[in-house]
């Protein structure tokens, strides 16, 4: 979780609680809550402030050098940030960027990275068998749906089949399909925001794959009966491919029961 992830790395720089709330700028109070899991979604601000007092490019950050660098990134308000904004972020803060909002995004657990690479597999092999010229690709991967400079999204699963869409950088414009797999934090924006974003972008299929609900919800944009609801008992079809390929999630839900992941 965020709290013990932070903690271990303020133990492993031998900081006090005070002696990071006087680099980072955050009051003690805040900082311990955060630690104790009392605040489960920090503001980005304070995370970014925190995280800019840790241990960085060799070392801890001094005072001075903390002040600069909130200065450059934090004088915006959300909505305001471009993409400009995001490449300017440490390399160790992972973040999306939605109509110039910057949204924080924890570590994915294990049951998240079971289906990610289930459905990468049951994706690329697909492609494979059959000579396809579209990409499989999986985050952390930059994804700038429209071109503009105020969004840059990480999709778990994206499938694209215009190879000019591909950069070194990442994917520049809608991808063919994409596939969120979604975490407490992020079904809100998996089942609300990113839908709108994705279907106005010109995205032509949307998987969310919500695996506490046991559940796979389907949109395929190019038809009006949606969204296609399924089960994890079910066989869930890629339309893209003409229905051609199918991924059967009891199948999945077999070899994740045998894991006994608790």
Known sequence: MLGEDLRRRKEALSLTTKEWSDLSGVPVGTINKILSGETKSPQYD?????EAALERSG????????????????QKKQGEYTVDDYYALPEDIRVELLDGEL???????????FFLTELLFEFQRYVRDNNGNCLVLAAPLDVQLDCNNKTMLQPDIVIVCDRDKVRREGVCGAPDLVVEIVSDGSRKLDYRRKLSKYADAGVREYWIVDPKRQAVV???FE??????????QDRVPVRIYGRRLEVDFSELKTRLDNMNIS
């Not at 304070?46 to 925190?50: D, F, G, K, P, Y």
């Not at 070392?59 to 934090?74: N, P």
């Not at 949204?103 to 990275?113: D, E, F, V, W």
């Open 46 to 50: 304070t995370l970014c402030a925190l």
């Open 59 to 74: 070392g801890v950050l001094t005072v001075r050098e903390t002040a600069s660098y909130q200065s450059e990134i934090f």
């Open 103 to 113: 949204i924080y995004m924890q570590a994915p657990l294990t049951l998240h990275q």
């Open 218 to 220: 389907t949109y395929y």
């Open 223 to 232: 038809e009006d009966e949606m969204p296609y609801k399924y089960g994890f």
